[in-house]
């Protein structure tokens, strides 16, 4: 027996009493999505998320393969009526079994799927205004750029935003660099040099973040460059935007007292959709 919000149940009346990713954040993410019945980048989603597991020491079942990813998501989506335009969310843990050590590392996962308004990315024309987030930092190591189910920063950090009237949030990692913002990777134009911080610094190994990394080097006389991104830095941009696959490119117009212009997002956003437009 167990006791669910003041009742007293039979254990097996609630599954998360056996879930490893509810116990212990013990799973690996991806979030994907569909156009017209296909997976926007689906071999860059596929080799991320093996190498999530593979850090983790998961075990890869046989059959784990990307034909069998894309199959798993497609039925669930055709299944839904959700064709046309959507985003689905595979979710591998670790199956029950132990406490902190696990008894196996074998993986069951979790897929659902939801309808998204568009299919080709947009931006809208409003107001994004973001600060920094420093009530806790993101440490430089490769846990830090995978999706795992653990994001309790950028769930405090949202909740951080919405009480103070932001759009977004900046994160920092421990050497007091930005790296990240809470739904996306970051990248600042200065001059004609277009900078998002490396990987190691501890961002997230974005989808989007490599998409946008390979457009914006066929922009003539920009310098694409991965560096690291200090706070002061965003005082002296001239444009700031995020990226992740489910909203493309989003613009930073406001930092505190400064704004900054669009030109380079709107050409990269473009760009974007003459690609997916073109698959």
């Known amino acids: 027996m167990i006791n669910f919000n003041g009742t007293i149940v039979s254990e097996d009346a609630n599954i998360l009493t056996h879930n490893r990713a509810f116990l212990y954040g013990d799973g690996v993410f991806e979030t994907v999505k569909i156009i017209n019945n296909k997976i926007l980048f689906l071999e860059d989603h596929y080799f991320r998320l093996m190498s999530s597991m593979r850090v983790v020491r ?10 069998f990813l894309e199959e798993q998501i497609l039925i669930l989506v055709n299944k839904n009526g959700l064709t046309s335009s959507s985003r689905a969310r595979i ?5 029950d079994g132990g406490y902190y ?15 998204l308004e568009n299919r080709l990315y947009s931006i809208e024309k409003k107001e994004y205004e973001v600060d920094l987030y420093k009530d806790f930092y993101i440490t430089k190591q490769l846990l830090s750029s995978i999706k795992t189910t653990n994001k309790i920063i950028n769930i405090t950090g949202s909740i951080f935003a919405n009480e103070n009237g932001l759009d ?21 134009l200065m001059g004609n040099k277009l900078i998002t911080p490396p990987v190691s610094e501890g961002c997230l190994n974005g989808i989007m973040r490599k998409q ?39 613009p930073i117009t406001q930092y505190r007292k400064k704004t900054f212009t669009t030109k380079i997002s709107l ?5 974007l959709n003459e690609m997916i437009s073109s698959t």
């Not at 920009?222 to 989003?250: H, R, Y």
Request: glycine content about 2%.
């Open 58 to 67: 998961m075990e890869i079942p046989m059959n784990f393969t990307m034909e």
């Open 91 to 95: 979710t591998v843990y670790r199956n």
């Open 101 to 115: 050590l696990p008894q196996n590392n074998t993986i069951s996962f979790l897929i659902y799927a939801v309808a």
């Open 168 to 188: 977004n949030c900046l994160l920092l990692n421990d050497s007091k660099n930005i790296i990240e913002a809470l739904q996306g990777n970051i990248f600042m």
């Open 212 to 250: 946008i990394l390979s457009l914006a080097k066929k922009i003539e006389n920009l310098d694409v460059v991965e560096e690291v991104i200090s706070p002061f830095d965003l005082q002296k941009a001239d444009e700031l935007f995020l990226t992740n696959v489910i909203k493309g490119i989003q």
């Open 267 to 271: 050409q990269l956003l473009e760009k």
